[in-house]
Nanobody
Framework: QVQLVESGGGLVQPGGSLKLSCAAS????????MGWYRQAPGKERELVAG???????NYVDSVKGRFTISRDNAKNTVYLQMDSLKPEDTAVYYC????????????????WGQGTQVTVSS
């Protein structure tokens, strides 16, 4: 069994900051790419930021310079530091990870967290 558990969402005023965390647990052998997605009401889920196992990062244009993705491989955790938040950042944020794990045999699959609500409003 492999699980991704997110934390850190909430309500923040425009211009404020939040830090999301996502911890992977279970029979993990290795974690490849990790990322954060978001889905606003009435919109499709979009990739916000991704990070490779080696630390290379990529961001959607709308968050460049405001959001920072990082990971702690020893803790199997990925973070999203969100600064200068805007109302248009309001969405449910999901973490995603490409994981090599062992259940009876070595397997590889993509896992999703349960989602955490981020609301930016005055």
């Amino acid at each position: 069994q492999v699980q991704l558990v997110e934390s850190g969402g909430g309500l923040v005023q425009p211009g404020g900051s939040l830090k999301l965390s996502c911890a992977a647990s279970g029979s993990i052998v290795s974690i490849y790419a990790m990322g954060w997605y978001r889905q606003a009401p009435g919109k499709e889920r979009e990739l916000v930021a991704g990070i490779s196992s080696g630390g290379s990062t990529n961001y959607v244009d709308s968050v460049k310079g405001r959001f920072t993705i990082s990971r702690d491989n020893a803790k199997n955790t990925v973070y999203l530091q969100m600064d200068s938040l805007k109302p248009e950042d309001t969405a449910v944020y999901y973490c995603n990870a490409d994981i090599l794990f062992r259940i009876l045999a070595i397997q590889r699959n993509t896992f999703w967290g349960q989602g955490t609500q981020v609301t930016v409003s005055s």
